[in-house]
């Protein structure tokens, strides 16, 4: 299978069908070949869409675009001086019309499967995982956009980003659907929604797991993140389904405008969906679902809410409850989402978590916590990223002090800050009768390799904010790393 698609020319005529535009000129009737928002693909035969990004504007490139000969563009500013022979189409938003356009060019991709889309600040990756995992189970042919990776019914693509651009979105449905998929299962970021990424894509679900602070680099506010959140759901159908965790106090509101049919789901109070912790251990969950009971092999509170949303989503989707619930129990969290790696020489337990958020930390080691024996000791290594929102990093650094009878903050992908300035950043946040406790190392592979020399048996390690990562970025380069492979060489010593 291509990872591009080949994909016959459209006329623009029926590409812009069912997009609102305030202006055309030129003429409609004419081939596109392909739908580009990068001006260095730009030439004969594409369709160029001037996109006002973070970084930057597609606007301003406009002149190198209109040199190489391109056919046509969609603009929010009609631009001076262009060619005869070159349609110009205005529009209100023109990120938004790119995912309408790449839906068009790509002949609606997500309306020839059921495409569930999750969103939230955490359990989004775990959540489609095993939704993806659950019905391949179930015998269905599935696709998969992911943090950790995209699947073509079983085929394994690179993933860059949370959710892809509108283009990549659709050409991997577009695949998904040559596959032979019946179910797409995808990631919906904070970020896509606000830029318009998943513009255009017809959702047969959506599902919203939980809301904390998170992204406030990009979004500024708090209320600007939930905004961005509730517009997901804002763009279902009414022929969609919206389940929500009404567990959390923004469950609600993020429905409060959608048109789709409104499901919620809960540990703690009444709901469509409706869940029991019965025990909860090292071994996995035992629980009440919907009166029956259910032994998994996921450990965790949080867990327990991802099953649930995962066994609703199924039965929403018409599976079997015997059958959904049977397969449901045999699968395994996602990578780097509480990975075990154990030293059996010296009985110490490392746990690999993606938790880069203060509440992802905090249930973890909740959890830990939790499962821990009396005399153990739970030793916590944990950094946060460079050019990410800063007013986590005091709170991370306090939470893991909480949790933890040993922290070592280290460096996470300091990408283009210096690794000790955030560091610092976190130390603001140890309480001072913490601070004993405290290290700071900024090598992570010293952090991690001191944190396994320090614990005795019985103890446990968590190693937080990478997970599935295999790299350190740090100014601009990106450098092999492996949180588990640490572990893992450090326990075989």
Same mark, same amino acid.
């Given at each position: 299978?291509?990872?591009?698609?080949?994909?016959?020319?459209?006329? =623009?005529?029926? %590409?812009?069908? *069912? $997009?609102?535009?305030?202006?055309? !000129?030129? &003429? @409609?009737?004419?081939?596109?070949?392909?739908?580009?928002?990068?001006?260095?693909?730009?030439?004969?035969?594409?369709?160029?869409?001037?996109?006002?990004?973070?970084?930057?504007?597609?606007?301003?490139?406009?002149?190198?675009?209109?040199?190489?000969?391109?056919?046509?563009?969609?603009?929010?500013?009609?631009?001076?001086?262009?060619?005869?022979?070159?349609?110009?189409?205005?529009?209100?938003?023109?990120?938004?019309?790119?995912?309408?356009?790449?839906?068009?060019?790509?002949?609606?991709?997500?309306?020839?499967?059921?495409?569930?889309?999750?969103?939230?600040?955490?359990?989004?990756?775990?959540?489609?995982?095993? =939704?993806?995992? %659950?019905?391949? *189970? $179930?015998?269905?042919?599935?696709? !998969?956009? &992911? @943090?950790?990776?995209?699947?073509?019914?079983?085929?394994?693509?690179?993933?860059?980003?949370?959710?892809?651009?509108?283009?990549?979105?659709?050409?991997?449905?577009?695949?998904?659907?040559?596959?032979?998929?019946?179910?797409?299962?995808?990631?919906?970021?904070?970020?896509?929604?606000?830029?318009?990424?998943?513009?255009?894509?017809?959702?047969?679900?959506?599902?919203?797991?939980?809301?904390?602070?998170?992204?406030?680099?990009?979004?500024?506010?708090?209320?600007?993140?939930?905004?961005?959140?509730?517009?997901?759901?804002?763009?279902?159908?009414?022929?969609?389904?919206?389940?929500?965790?009404?567990?959390?106090?923004?469950?609600?509101?993020?429905?409060?405008?959608?048109?789709?049919?409104?499901?919620?789901?809960?540990?703690?109070?009444?709901?469509?969906?409706?869940?029991?912790?019965?025990?909860?251990?090292?071994?996995?969950?035992?629980?009440?679902?919907?009166?029956?009971?259910?032994?998994?092999?996921?450990?965790?509170?949080?867990?327990?809410?991802?099953?649930?949303?995962?066994?609703?989503?199924?039965?929403?989707?018409?599976?079997?409850?015997?059958?959904?619930?049977?397969?449901?129990?045999?699968?395994?969290?996602?990578?780097?989402?509480?990975?075990?790696?154990?030293?059996?020489?010296?009985?110490?337990?490392?746990?690999?978590?993606?938790?880069?958020?203060?509440?992802?930390?905090?249930?973890?080691?909740?959890?830990?916590?939790?499962?821990?024996?009396?005399?153990?000791?739970?030793?916590?290594?944990?950094?946060?990223?460079?050019?990410?929102?800063?007013?986590?990093?005091?709170?991370?650094?306090?939470?893991?002090?909480?949790?933890?009878?040993?922290?070592?903050?280290?460096?996470?992908?300091?990408?283009?800050?210096?690794?000790?300035?955030?560091?610092?950043?976190?130390?603001?946040?140890?309480?001072?009768?913490?601070?004993?406790?405290?290290?700071?190392?900024?090598?992570?592979?010293?952090?991690?390799?001191?944190?396994?020399?320090?614990?005795?048996?019985?103890?446990?390690?968590?190693?937080?904010?990478?997970?599935?990562?295999?790299?350190?970025?740090?100014?601009?380069?990106?450098?092999?790393?492996?949180?588990?492979?640490?572990?893992?060489?450090?326990?075989?010593?």
């Amino acid at each position: 299978m291509k990872e591009d698609m080949e994909q016959p020319s459209k006329t =623009l005529k029926s %590409l812009l069908q *069912g $997009l609102k535009t305030l202006q055309i !000129l030129g &003429s @409609t009737d004419i081939a596109i070949e392909e739908v580009i928002f990068d001006s260095r693909k730009a030439g004969p035969g594409k369709l160029f869409v001037a996109v006002k990004g973070v970084q930057v504007d597609g606007h301003q490139f406009i002149p190198q675009v209109l040199q190489a000969n391109t056919s046509a563009l969609i603009v929010e500013t009609i631009p001076e001086n262009v060619p005869d022979q070159v349609t110009i189409v205005q529009v209100a938003n023109s990120a938004q019309a790119l995912g309408f356009l790449a839906s068009a060019f790509y002949e609606h991709p997500s309306r020839q499967l059921d495409l569930i889309g999750v969103t939230g600040t955490n359990g989004k990756t775990t959540t489609v995982t095993l =939704l993806y995992d %659950l019905f391949s *189970g $179930l015998g269905f042919k599935c696709g !998969l956009l &992911s @943090t950790v990776e995209n699947r073509i019914a079983g085929q394994v693509i690179a993933s860059t980003h949370t959710t892809p651009d509108a283009v990549a979105i659709n050409a991997l449905l577009a695949q998904m659907v040559e596959a032979g998929c019946e179910y797409a299962f995808m990631e919906v970021s904070s970020h896509a929604v606000d830029q318009g990424r998943v513009a255009g894509l017809d959702f047969k679900g959506g599902i919203f797991t939980n809301i904390t602070h998170d992204h406030l680099d990009y979004h500024k506010t708090f209320d600007n993140y939930i905004r961005a959140k509730k517009g997901f759901f804002d763009q279902l159908s009414k022929k969609a389904f919206a389940l929500v965790n009404v567990d959390d106090k923004r469950g609600m509101v993020m429905t409060q405008n959608t048109a789709a049919t409104v499901y919620r789901y809960s540990l703690r109070q009444m709901a469509e969906f409706r869940a029991r912790i019965i025990e909860n251990s090292l071994t996995g969950l035992h629980l009440d679902i919907d009166n029956q009971e259910f032994y998994g092999r996921l450990i965790g509170e949080f867990n327990a809410y991802n099953l649930l949303a995962v066994y609703a989503t199924a039965i929403l989707l018409e599976q079997d409850k015997v059958d959904t619930l049977t397969q449901l129990s045999q699968l395994k969290a996602a990578e780097g989402r509480f990975d075990y790696v154990l030293d059996a020489k010296r009985k110490v337990t490392a746990i690999v978590d993606y938790a880069h958020t203060p509440d992802a930390l905090e249930k973890v080691l909740e959890t830990i916590q939790a499962l821990r024996k009396a005399d153990s000791k739970v030793l916590t290594v944990v950094g946060c990223g460079g050019d990410r929102d800063r007013t986590k990093r005091p709170t991370m650094a306090k939470v893991a002090c909480q949790y933890s009878d040993q922290v070592i903050l280290t460096s996470d992908n300091p990408r283009s800050e210096e690794p000790e300035a955030i560091i610092r950043e976190m130390e603001a946040g140890v309480p001072a009768e913490a601070r004993r406790q405290v290290l700071s190392i900024t090598d992570r592979k010293e952090a991690i390799r001191t944190a396994c020399r320090l614990a005795q048996s019985g103890d446990v390690v968590l190693v937080a904010g990478k997970g599935h990562e295999k790299y350190q970025e740090i100014k601009g380069v990106k450098h092999p790393f492996d949180d588990k492979e640490i572990l893992n060489e450090e326990f075989s010593l």
